[in-house]
């Protein structure tokens, strides 16, 4: 509960984003980044949500490098064969990106134009 003393504070301070680029592992991560805050300006909380995807797309690039020659097979405990589980868990942040980008509701149509041809796949799109 409560008390009337805090009631009366009013709102808690605005966080502001420390000034500069997050550092991220990645190029994929740095270069949506760069993409998307030069394409729009984002309020602080798009920020943080745009910084939430850019990990995102770090964790499915290491994972993605793990997985590049793993066998997709394993065995299970009772000596079945079970998919290997790094891809349960590169499925699960792929669908976090997703769902992060979704939610900043970018228009997409609207803001880039179609990449270059030697910019490399688009890791990003929704």
């Avoid at 309020?43 to 850019?54: F, Q």
Wanted: a negative charge.
């Amino acid at each position: 509960m409560k008390s009337a003393s805090s009631a009366s504070r009013g709102p808690s301070p605005v966080r502001t984003l420390p000034t500069g680029s997050p550092q991220f592992d990645h190029p994929s991560a740095t270069r949506l980044w760069a993409d998307v805050t030069d394409a729009y300006d984002l309020a602080v909380h798009e920020l943080l949500i745009l910084e939430a995807a850019c990990r995102e797309q770090d964790i499915i690039d290491r994972l993605d490098a793990e997985l590049q020659y793993a066998p997709l097979m394993s065995k299970g405990s009772m000596g079945q064969d079970v998919a290997n589980p790094l891809l349960g868990e590169v499925r699960q942040h792929r669908a976090e990106f997703n769902r992060l980008l979704k939610s900043l509701d970018l228009d997409t149509a609207g803001a880039a134009a179609a990449p270059a041809a030697d910019s490399g796949p688009s890791v990003w799109a929704v």
